[in-house]
């Protein structure tokens, strides 16, 4: 989960710095940041899920929303990117799947419990 954190909230802070996105966009990124990170947590803390209830599970929908269509978007712009060597590129996808696939997945399983 902290490696989640750290690489989303490492790569807001360069689109910030770079004037890149959008401020919406940033902050939108931020919300599903701390929604995703709320609910991996709630899987092991069952009275966080409890008083969120129902609202769990659109908010989770939405955050898996959020972040499905802005992922291929932030991957394209990492591949275009000159500066980042040609040889960590493959590594970038398989990263990405590796950190961020569970903590979404173990949130979702959280919301649906």
Known sequence: MFLFVA??????????????????????????????????????????????GIVALPVYIATVGWQAWTFPQALRKAVADPTFPNQIKPWLFVGLGLFIAPAVIVAGIATFR
């Open 7 to 52: 690489g989303i909230a490492v790569g807001m802070f360069q689109q910030f710095r770079e004037h890149s996105e959008r401020p919406v966009v940033l902050v939108l990124d931020a919300v599903t940041l701390i929604v995703c990170g709320y609910l991996f947590v709630s899987f092991w803390i069952v009275s966080w899920r409890e008083q969120i």
